[in-house]
């Protein structure tokens, strides 16, 4: 209110109007009068409708203004409010005051940087952050709250509420040469729902002469050397030492040839061929026997027994025993 400069004096007389315009009358200009309809003091400044309101309410004095401290209101009333921070100038020579606060008094920050420009809006993005009120007081709500949404790194033990989403990218160790370990807790596994697969061909080992897996669990044709597989139906056995490598009986080669066989009962480990016997009475699904044919037959006589045989030439044939196979 400006009257006169706010150069003034007022005199006060008392006179009762039964008129019901004490919210709508601009009177003369420092007229001063009571509204009873809503029991406040006005005075005239010669253009405001209604005047300049003095007081509000109560009849017995102001009611004061209720603070608030981040949406809880303080245990008093106030009548004066202290506005405290460099940035903050309150002007005004009449009963309007105006409180101004400086943009440049709030500095924004990202992880401690200051941003280039000062800010008069603050924008919250995000779908876990909310923003409501309808009067002049806004909550700014981040959900999760505590600091949950802050750096992982300041969470010494941070949890997931859901799956992670990696948008695409990798899941990396900020230290150089640094191991990632994956720790389920007790006896639980380490679950691959997909293919196991190195970054780079022909470049990254499974285990290390330090660090061995146990136990190799594979299906039947899974392994690929090169191009070349090893194959089982998982009833043979493999064995390998310094001493040599034990194959299953009945060992074949790729074109389903037996191979060599020494002979159970020769000292000098003769190789042999093992034939199953049959015979005319048990017919030909269980065999009576098994015979070892020498593997250099196509050298030796067939049969000699105890008889005497020349040669052409001449010569005594001595050899006597019994190569065709052996019992």
């Known amino acids: 209110m400006a009257i006169n400069g706010g150069q003034f004096t007022q005199d006060f007389r008392t006179q009762l109007r039964k008129y019901s315009d004490g919210t709508t009358r601009i009177g003369e ?13 006005r005075v005239s400044d010669g253009e405001t409708e209604g005047g300049i309101v003095l007081n509000s309410g109560g009849g017995g004095g102001s009611s004061g203004v209720t603070v608030q401290e981040e949406g809880s209101s303080l245990s008093t009333k106030g009548t004066t409010l202290n506005f405290v921070g460099t940035g903050i100038t309150a002007t005004g020579t009449g009963a309007t005051k105006t409180i101004t606060v400086d943009a440049s008094a709030i500095t924004v920050q990202d992880e401690g940087s200051a941003l280039s420009t000062a800010a008069t809006v ?12 309808t009067g002049a007081t806004k909550t700014i709500t981040i959900s999760g709250g505590g600091g949950s949404g802050g750096d992982v790194a300041d969470d010494t033990s941070p949890q997931l509420g859901g799956d992670l989403d990696i948008a695409g990218f990798n899941i990396t160790s900020a230290v150089s040469n640094q191991n990632i370990n994956i720790v389920p807790n007790g006896t639980g596994k380490l679950v691959l729902d997909g293919d196991f697969l190195p970054a780079a061909n022909i470049t990254y080992n499974l285990g290390s002469s330090s660090f061995r897996w146990k136990d190799l669990f594979l299906s039947g044709n899974t392994i690929d050397l090169a191009g070349s597989t090893i194959s089982s139906d998982g009833t043979g056995t493999i064995n390998i030492s310094g001493t040599g490598v ?3 009986s009945n060992s074949k080669t790729e074109d ?18 093992v034939t199953p ?5 048990g017919g030909l699904v269980t065999k ?23 040669l052409a030439n001449g010569d005594s044939f001595s050899e006597s025993s019994i190569v065709l196979f052996q019992l």
């Open 256 to 273: 389903e040839r037996p191979l060599a066989t020494l002979s159970a009962n020769n000292s000098t480990n003769q190789v042999v061929v």
């Open 122 to 133: 603050l924008n919250f993005v995000g779908s876990g952050v909310t923003a409501s009120g």
């Open 29 to 41: 200009e420092g007229r001063l009068w009571y509204n009873n309809s809503d029991q406040t003091l």
């Open 246 to 248: 034990t194959l299953p």
């Open 288 to 310: 009576n026997a098994e015979f070892e044919f020498n593997a250099t037959v196509d050298d030796q006589p067939v049969f000699t027994g105890t008889a005497t045989f020349t």
């Open 277 to 281: 016997f049959f015979t005319n009475a």
